[in-house]
């Protein structure tokens, strides 16, 4: 069955479709909170928010790019959950390195075909990336996800995110730019064969 008809099945009621749908999506989910967020338990737990809303809200979808659905599900869960912990700040119980950070190796990080040398240096190559990400205001941190980490066309993250096509150009130039900026003393720190995003 293609997607169309897991959709169509799903929004019937069937649990088998829409659990082959979530198969399909939830590494992209999950990856988005991720960036979004930046920590790996919270993404986990808005990845299955995100699916227990969509399950919920499947009848609400009215075609188009169910990708782009649900990725703006995601978006919205993910600025619901930066919202509470501004009103509810938390102490993490992990341990904290020199700089207040806190420290933390994901497993997604490595890479069984590399050398130790190679993950470390892809790990602290992250966490730049994820430090610098974690910067940019939300507007312009959906956006480079959407479109440098997910892979979607502008169209399809403007979808996404409910804006015009121009809003998403406009804020992904300057989420760019600003990116640059705060990774520029790191180029000449970066392994050779590392991609940034």
Not at 89 to 98: F, H, I, R, S
């Amino acid at each position: 069955m293609d997607e169309v008809g897991l959709i169509h099945a799903a929004q019937q009621g069937d649990l088998d479709a829409f659990n082959r749908l979530v198969l399909t999506y939830q590494d992209m989910v999950y990856s988005h909170a991720y960036r979004m967020i930046g920590e790996a338990e919270a993404a986990e737990d808005v990845s299955q928010e995100v699916f227990i809303s969509a399950f919920r809200n499947l009848r609400s979808y009215r075609g188009g790019s169910f990708k782009a659905w649900l990725l703006r599900i995601t978006t919205n869960s993910c600025y619901d959950e930066l919202r509470r912990r501004k009103r509810r700040p938390t102490t993490p119980l992990e341990p904290v390195d020199d700089d207040d950070q806190e420290i933390e190796s994901p497993g997604w990080l490595a890479d069984p075909g590399e050398s130790p040398e190679q993950a470390v240096e892809r790990a602290e190559l992250n966490l730049v990336i994820q430090r610098c990400l974690g910067g940019l205001p939300l507007e312009f941190r959906s956006v480079v996800i959407l479109v440098d980490v997910q892979g979607m066309d502008y169209t399809e993250a403007a979808q996404a995110i409910g804006k015009p096509l121009g809003t998403v150009k406009s804020r992904l130039a300057r989420a760019r730019m600003r990116m640059r900026e705060c990774l520029e003393g790191v180029w000449e720190l970066l392994p050779s064969g590392l991609r940034l995003i």
